[in-house]
Every structure is written in C-alpha cells, then in structure tokens.
C-alpha cells in the first residue's frame, strides 16, 4: 500500500505538468491564428515570419518562469510583433527596374506635355492565398501631375516559384522641364491582427526637356536656300554679264580693226566694191545687234549653225524703225549696187564717217 501510494503521488505532477503543456499550446494557437486563415483581403503571415518573441521556444521559457520580462512584454502589447516585408518575401519595383511581367516602363526621360505610364509592382510568393494592397499616397510632385491609376493581378513562375502580383499603373503627364522626381509610392497590407504591414517603393529620376521645335530650322534653311540660290543667280548674271560684255568689246574691235582698214584703203580701192564692202560690215553689225530671227534669216545647213550675214536685209530694218538714221548710208549702198560710176574718195570717207557714228564705233587714236 505504501507503495501504490508512493506511485499515485508522484502521478500528481505529471498529470499537472501535461495540462500545462495542453494550456501553453492553446495560448499558442490563439497567437498564430493569422496563419490558419484563408482570407483575400488580409494578409495570411506564417509562423516562421514572426520575431523572436514569437517563437514557440520563448513561449516555452515563458511558460516556464524564465523568461518573466519577456511574457509581459507581450501581453502590454496584446498582439505579436507583425514581420518585415522582406520576411514576407514581398517586394516592390517601380519603374525601369520592374519585373519582366510589368506592365510598362517609365522612361528615364521625356518632354514637356507628354504622358507617360509609371509601373509601380508589388509581388509575393503564392501561399494559397491573396492579400490586399492599398495605396496610400499619389504621384503628384513637381513638376508632375497624376492624371489617375489602374491596377492588374497576375501570376507567374519565378525561380520554380509560383509568385502572385498586383501592378498600379499611375498616368502621369510632365509639366514643367529639369531633372524631376516620380516620388516613392506609398502602399499598406491590412493583417488579421488589426495592425497594417507598410510599403514603400524607391523614388524613380526621369530627364524632361522642353518640345523641340523644328520650325525656326526650318525657316532658317529656307531662308539659307533663298540666300544661296539668289546669291547663285547674281554670280551667273554677272557671269553671263561679263560674257556678254567681252563677246561684245571683241565684235567691236574686230569691227574696227576692219572698218580701219576699209578707211586706209579709201583712196585706192574702187570706189563701187569699197561702199558694197561697207555694206557688208554693216550688215555684219545689224545682225549681231538684233540677232538673225529679227533679220528675217536662218541658219543654212553648211555653215555650222551660223546664218550668213549677207542675207541680213537693211531696208526692212529700216523700215521697221529698227535702224533709225541709217537711210542716206542705205542709198549710197543702192547708188553703189545699181547707179555705178565713180565716187571721189572725200565722199566715200564722209560715207565711212557717217557707217561709224550709226554703228556707235570710236575711232583709236
């Protein structure tokens, strides 16, 4: 009997420790209920992402007595310490260093006026369940107006992990020009505990220039060609001014030198071929004046293009007022060719005299 008394004694305690054990357990359940929800709209945080203090081995010590400063600690806050987004395994990209399943990219630069889509992305492994991301702030800032924001879910396989994700897609329209700032965007995860798991994107830099205008280029071109073309214009003018002018001097003297020797050869030559030679030269001027359409003649196929001068006729000049003046020298021509007989050389150099002043040629001196 002392004995079986000695055994039921010592019963006592086990029986007391294991329904401690059984106690300490459901304390601890009722800390970690936010891992056995299924919820869409609250953040679902397993055990293993808790602190320290929410460590079942500290639960353990605390149970036990030694670990008293750290049990009360818990209990004044009334709720476990919530874990750190990295803990979580959430992350958040903005910008140009968003993920592959983003839904655009920022550009590092733009123009004043344009309107850009900013990707702001936050992603988390897939634990069976969806969590609810709230945006707390607005891109706003200077020089940058925040026109509105949509929002996407998808999933994808990453590092042969399924990762869910939620991308807001801010519309942003540039205002003002210089190195500006898309602010960080500011996020808040509900919980089951009450409490709010708080996100916080990286602040992108983007480059906006003022629009560039083509049309002072433009016009300054098309002033730079009408400059250039009327300069080009000028050049040939002058140049075809100074051929001209040389073809003409040329003629000239070779008309003198020929009416210079046509007045030495005055008092010997006879009288009747000296004023038909005169003629001749005269003829030679009239067509070089007015050209060969307005003498009434063309070309001849064996002179190479050039209409000969003897077809030039003088009287219809005359008669079309083109030759004003030249009448007394056109019929000492006509006396020449149809009356014959011999002139005195003192007239044929009045003559002579008379075909230079008409033909506006000076004598050397």
């Known amino acids: 009997m002392k004995e079986k008394y000695v055994n039921s004694k010592a019963a006592k305690p086990v029986k007391a420790k294991k329904a401690k054990a059984e106690n300490q357990e459901k304390n601890d359940d009722s800390l970690l209920v936010a891992t056995k929800k299924d919820s869409t709209n609250v953040l679902a945080i397993e055990p293993d992402s808790l602190n320290a203090s929410g460590d079942l081995d500290a639960h353990e010590s605390a149970a036990d007595g030694s670990n008293a400063v750290g049990d009360a600690a818990q209990n004044d806050a009334g709720m476990p310490a919530l874990p750190t987004a990295e803990q979580l395994g959430i992350t958040i990209t903005a910008g140009n260093v968003g993920n592959a399943g983003d839904a655009g990219n920022a550009p590092l630069s733009a123009t004043v006026g344009d309107t850009i889509n900013f990707p702001v992305t936050v992603s ?117 001014l100074r051929a001209a002018t040389a073809a003409k001097n040329a003629f000239e003297n070779a008309l003198r030198e020929k009416m210079v020797v046509l007045k030495q050869r005055v008092m010997v030559a006879d009288s009747r071929e000296w004023l038909l030679e005169l003629e001749g030269i005269c003829k030679e001027y009239a067509m070089h004046q007015f050209g060969a359409s307005a003498c009434g003649i063309a070309a001849k196929a064996g002179d190479a293009g050039m209409p000969a001068a003897s077809a030039v006729n003088l009287d219809a000049l005359v008669a079309d007022g083109k030759l004003d003046g030249w009448k007394p020298l056109l019929e000492e021509f006509a006396h020449a060719r149809y009356g014959g007989g011999k002139r005195d050389s003192f007239e044929n150099k009045e003559t002579w005299k008379l075909a230079m002043t008409l033909m506006g040629i000076k004598e050397e001196d």
Request: proline share 6%; charged share 15%.
């Open 124 to 240: 988390w492994s897939v634990n069976g369940s969806a969590i609810l991301v709230v945006p707390t702030s607005s891109a706003n800032a200077k020089g940058i107006l925040q026109l509105g924001v949509s929002q996407e879910s998808s999933r994808l396989v990453k590092d042969g992990k399924e990762m869910a994700q939620i991308t807001f897609n801010y519309k942003l329209v540039m205002q003002d020009t210089g190195n500006l700032n898309i602010p960080a965007m500011r996020f808040e995860i509900p919980t089951p505990m009450g409490q709010s798991l708080d996100l916080r994107s990286d602040s992108v830099p983007i480059r906006v220039d003022a629009p560039f205008n083509a049309m002072p280029f433009i016009a300054g071109g098309a002033v730079g060609v009408c400059v250039l073309l009327a300069a080009l214009w000028r050049m040939r003018k002058r140049a075809h």
